[in-house]
């Protein structure tokens, strides 16, 4: 087992879903996330709260062992490593799930980076790809890759922040203003940086960061900060590398430890996700599986179990 807490049925009952009982009566809800709780403190910041909540194509799913508090470590342990590099919105790191950040307007674009060709929502670039799509998000990509492969050059490709997120390229955002030129390349400049040293720090671990987000917002004096989240198993896609190029070569999918191990289940067995009118079920089996995975994952990136200090 990767850390010292068990997940076993008796987890599954203490999953939290409902944020609301972990949050001081005096902070007001602002917004209910798909996974994040949005709270209003009495000198107008804000308080996140992580839920065990999982959801994918476009519809919450279950509640996964854990899941809040890993969310919470690795994005406290990445806004840490990287605050020198890019300066982010957390304010005071509250317990396990709750974190006080500042009160900004976040754009309403998200910075995807890719360094694979690889995906299964329906905005992913493999998907757009296997469907002959040739000009992703700005970008020209050349014909004869296979699923997996790692890409030329790193994409940024970002999307809209919308219930349904849609494919965008930065011509469009400046064209519609809504961003600057010079926000767009600011924070361009901040993903870039965020991937490279996510990418390093991840490789070293035996871990590729194969995909992740990234959010930013303006703080009160102007300044754009990286909000959100940052290289959780939510976020991004996680591969081990040790296995990477023996999966290839036999033509099998990379080992994951990420939500993907849930994405892939659900596609495989329900056929269209995105069809409501199917009713979704996931496992126990599966949900003691992606709550161990996700615990790994926090081992392996930060060499800590995820009861330590």
């Keep these: 087992m990767s850390s010292l807490i068990k997940v076993d049925e008796e987890s599954l009952n203490n999953c939290i879903y409902d944020t609301s009982k972990l949050i001081e009566k005096k902070s007001k809800l602002v917004r209910t996330g798909k ?5 209003e403190t009495e000198d107008s910041n804000f ?23 890993v969310l919470h470590k690795v994005s406290r342990w990445w806004f840490n490593k990287t605050k020198h590099l890019v300066p982010n919105h957390v304010l005071d790191d509250r317990d396990e799930r709750m974190m006080k950040v500042k009160k900004c307007k976040v754009f309403p674009i998200e910075f995807v980076m ?18 002959g799509c040739r000009y992703y998000c700005g970008h020209n990509l050349l014909d004869n890759m296979i699923k997996n492969q790692k890409l030329p050059n790193i994409l940024l490709t970002p999307t809209t922040k919308d219930e349904h997120d849609e494919l965008i390229s930065e011509k469009v955002i400046i064209e519609k203003k809504i961003m600057t030129l010079q926000e767009w390349e600011t924070c361009k400049k901040y993903a870039y940086n965020l991937f490279q040293i996510g990418q390093e720090i991840a490789l070293k671990n035996g871990l590729i960061l194969v995909d992740t987000k990234y959010e930013f917002g303006i703080d009160e004096n102007g300044k ?9 198993p939510d976020s991004s896609r996680y591969w081990f590398s040790n296995s990477y190029d023996e999966r290839m070569l036999k033509g099998e999918e990379p080992e994951s430890i990420d939500k993907e191990i849930i994405r892939k289940w659900v596609k495989k067995t329900y056929g269209n ?32 179990q995820i009861n330590d200090n």
């Design 35 to 39: 996974v994040r709780d949005v709270y």
């Design 47 to 69: 308080i996140l709260v992580a839920s065990d909540r999982i959801s994918a194509f476009d519809r919450h799913l279950t509640t996964i062992p854990y899941k809040g508090v």
């Design 114 to 131: 890719r360094s694979y060709l690889t995906g299964s929502t329906d905005t992913s670039i493999w998907k757009n790809y296997e469907k």
């Design 224 to 232: 754009v900060i990286l909000v959100d989240e940052l290289h959780t």
């Design 273 to 304: 996700p995105y069809d409501l009118n199917i009713d979704i079920h996931i496992p126990n089996e599966l949900r003691l599986n992606l709550s161990e995975k996700y615990l790994q994952l926090y081992s392996l990136i930060t060499n800590k």
